[in-house]
C-alpha cells in the first residue's frame, strides 16, 4: 500500500513552494496531470508582487482592496502583504534570480491599479517561466508526472488520500495530508489564457464531495490578448507592456479608453475588459495594442519572449501593433479555505494557489498578486502540517471507482459546447436570461451519458453560474447588464 505524509496535487508555484518547506525526510509526492510546465506558472510573464518595504504595505493593501471591489477579506490581505517581503528574501537566498539594474539594485515594474512600482520580474517578460524552472531545481521530494487525479478519497470529514490515472492505469495512493494546488478554471471558456491541464477537475471533486466553492462569479478577464490562433489557449499580452506606457487604439490610432476611465490604459482589468467589448460591439472596429512609442533596442530586451512569439506569427515589434481581444484570464474565486489553506470541516485537506479562494482577491485580482498569493499560502499550508503531531489513521475501506468512465464517446463535442455557452453567457457582460440559458444547458449536459472528467467540469461551471445568478448586482469582474450595478446605486 502507498502511504505519504504529504500528497501535493499539481506543480507549479503553490504545489511547488509547498513541497519546498517539508523537509526531504519527510514522505512527499507533487503529482501533475501531464508535463510539469504545463501550467499556468510557467505562463506567467508579467512578474510578482512584493511591498518594496514597510511603508508600502499599507498602499499595497488599499491597491489590493480597491481592485477587489473591497469584497476582499482585508486580514488576509494584510497577511499576504506583509509576508512578502520574507518572500522575496526567501526566494533570493534560495537563489531565484529577478531582472536587476547594471549597478544591482532589483528591478520593479508597475502594473495597471498599482499606485508604485513594486512588481519584481525575471528573464524580462519571462517571470513565471523562470520562477518555475528554479522550483522545480528546489524541489526535494518526487515529482510524478502523467498523473491525473479523478478522486479525493474523503470519509468522516477527513481526506485519506486520491485516486488518479497514472501513466494511464487507475491507482490509489494514500497520504496523511492531501495539498490541493490544482490552479484555476480555464479550459472552461472558448478563450482563455490557460494552460491546457486548468480545467477545473478538482474543484468539480469538491463540488460532489460538498466542499464550498466561494466567489466563484467573479472571474477575470484579461483585456489585451491575442486569439487569432487554432489553439484552446490564446496568447496574452502582459499588462506590464501598459504599464510601460503601450496604449489601446482602434482603427483609426485613437485611445478610446478616456471615454470610459480617466485613467485609460491604466485602469483595472475588468473595466478596460467591458471597455474594449463595449467600443467593439458598438463600432464593429478592430482593437489594437500599439508599442510604436518604444524604442526597438530596450524593447525587445525588456519583452524578448512576446517579441518572440509574435515574430513567429509575422508581427515586427515594437513596429507593428497587434489585434487584442479580452478573454478569460484568472479564478478569483476558488475553493474556501482559512488563513492557514485548511479546509472547513475537512481534517488532512489543503488547498493553496489559484484553486483556492482565501479571500485576497475579492472581487477582482490585483496584476501579479496571484503568483504572491500562491507562495505566501502554500508556505502557510506546509507550515500547518509541520505544526502538527501526526496521527497515522486507520483507513476505511473506498469502494468506489470511476477508472472505467473518465471519458466518453460524446464528451469532447459536450466540452466545446460548455465552452462557447461560458464565453457567450458568463463572460464579460452577463444577463439573467444568458446565465439561465448556460444553467439549463449544464444541466441538460449532466444528465447525459458522460464521461466522469467532462462531469466535474460540469459541476464547476454550474458553482460558477449558480453564484452569478444569486448575485443579483455587478461587483468587480461580475458585471450584469440587466441590472444596475451596486456602485452606481451607491453614488
Ligand atoms: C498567461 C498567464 C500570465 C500570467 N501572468 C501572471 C503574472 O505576471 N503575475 C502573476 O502574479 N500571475 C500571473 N498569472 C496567474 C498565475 O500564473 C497563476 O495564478 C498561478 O501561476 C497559479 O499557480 P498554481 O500553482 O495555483 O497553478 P498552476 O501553475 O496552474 O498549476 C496547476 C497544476 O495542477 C495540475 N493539475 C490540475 N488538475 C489536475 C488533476 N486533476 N490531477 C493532477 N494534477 C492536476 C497541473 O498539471 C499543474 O501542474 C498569469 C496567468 C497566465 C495564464
Not at 469538491?206 to 491575442?226: A, R, W
Not at 515574430?311 to 492557514?340: K, M, T, W
Amino acid at each position: 500500500m502507498k502511504r505519504f505524509d504529504v500528497i501535493v496535487i499539481g506543480a507549479g508555484i503553490a504545489g511547488l513552494y509547498a513541497a519546498m518547506q517539508l523537509p526531504a525526510s519527510m514522505k512527499v509526492l507533487v503529482v501533475c496531470k501531464d508535463i510539469p510546465w504545463e501550467c499556468n506558472t510557467f505562463y506567467a510573464q508579467g512578474g510578482i508582487v512584493t511591498a518594496l518595504d514597510e511603508k508600502d504595505v499599507p498602499l499595497h493593501i488599499e491597491d489590493t482592496l480597491k481592485a477587489g471591489a473591497f469584497h476582499n477579506m482585508k486580514e488576509i490581505v494584510r497577511i499576504m502583504s506583509e509576508e512578502s517581503m520574507q518572500l522575496r528574501e526567501d526566494l533570493i537566498e534560495r537563489g531565484m534570480e529577478f531582472d536587476r539594474a547594471e549597478d544591482g539594485h532589483l528591478l520593479y515594474t508597475r502594473e495597471a491599479a498599482h499606485s508604485s512600482s513594486r512588481i519584481l520580474h525575471a528573464g524580462g517578460d519571462a517571470t513565471g517561466r523562470y520562477m518555475h524552472y528554479f522550483m522545480m531545481r528546489n524541489n526535494p521530494h518526487l515529482l510524478q508526472r502523467n498523473t491525473l487525479v479523478y478522486d479525493l478519497l474523503i470519509e468522516g470529514g477527513r481526506c485519506y488520500g486520491i485516486r488518479a490515472m497514472v501513466n494511464y492505469r487507475p491507482t490509489t495512493i494514500y497520504a496523511n495530508n492531501v495539498i490541493i494546488a490544482s490552479g484555476g478554471i480555464g479550459s472552461l471558456y472558448a478563450f482563455n489564457t490557460n494552460s491546457r491541464t486548468v480545467s477545473a477537475d478538482i474543484h468539480g471533486i469538491c463540488m460532489e464531495k460538498g466542499i464550498e466553492l466561494k466567489d466563484m462569479e467573479f472571474m477575470q478577464f484579461h483585456p489585451t490578448v491575442f486569439v487569432k490562433t487554432p489553439y484552446a489557449r490564446k496568447l496574452l499580452l502582459t499588462e506590464a507592456l501598459r504599464g510601460e506606457g503601450a496604449w489601446i487604439v482602434d482603427e483609426e490610432g485613437r485611445r478610446f479608453l478616456f471615454d470610459y476611465d480617466p485613467r485609460g490604459e491604466l485602469a483595472g482589468r475588468d473595466i478596460v475588459s467591458r471597455a474594449i467589448f463595449d467600443y467593439r460591439r458598438k463600432s464593429s472596429m478592430e482593437v489594437y495594442l500599439d508599442f510604436s512609442m518604444f524604442e526597438e533596442e530596450w524593447f525587445r530586451k525588456r519583452f524578448p519572449n512576446i517579441s518572440h512569439t509574435f515574430e513567429a506569427l509575422g508581427y515586427r515589434l515594437p513596429r507593428q501593433r497587434v489585434p487584442i481581444s479580452p478573454a478569460f484570464h484568472y479564478a478569483n474565486g476558488g475553493i474556501a479555505c482559512d488563513d492557514r489553506g485548511r479546509i472547513p470541516g475537512m481534517d488532512g485537506l489543503y488547498v493553496a494557489g489559484e484553486a483556492a479562494c482565501t479571500g485576497v482577491h475579492g472581487a477582482n485580482r490585483l496584476a501579479s498578486n496571484s503568483l504572491l498569493e500562491a507562495a505566501v499560502f502554500a508556505k502557510r499550508c506546509a507550515q500547518d502540517i509541520l505544526g502538527r503531531c501526526e496521527v497515522r489513521h486507520k483507513i476505511p475501506f473506498f469502494d468506489k471507482d470511476y477508472d472505467t468512465q473518465l471519458k466518453k464517446e460524446h464528451d469532447k463535442e459536450y466540452k466545446y459546447a460548455l465552452r462557447e455557452i461560458m464565453w457567450k453567457d458568463v463572460g464579460i457582460i452577463r444577463s439573467t436570461g444568458g446565465l439561465h440559458e448556460a444553467k439549463n444547458f449544464i444541466y441538460d449536459i449532466k444528465n447525459r451519458d458522460i464521461g466522469r472528467l467532462l462531469q466535474l467540469r460540469l459541476n464547476t461551471a454550474a458553482a460558477i453560474v449558480e453564484a452569478a445568478l444569486a448575485r443579483k448586482e455587478s461587483l468587480g469582474s461580475h458585471y450584469i447588464e440587466d441590472n444596475t450595478s451596486k456602485e452606481k446605486k451607491d453614488a
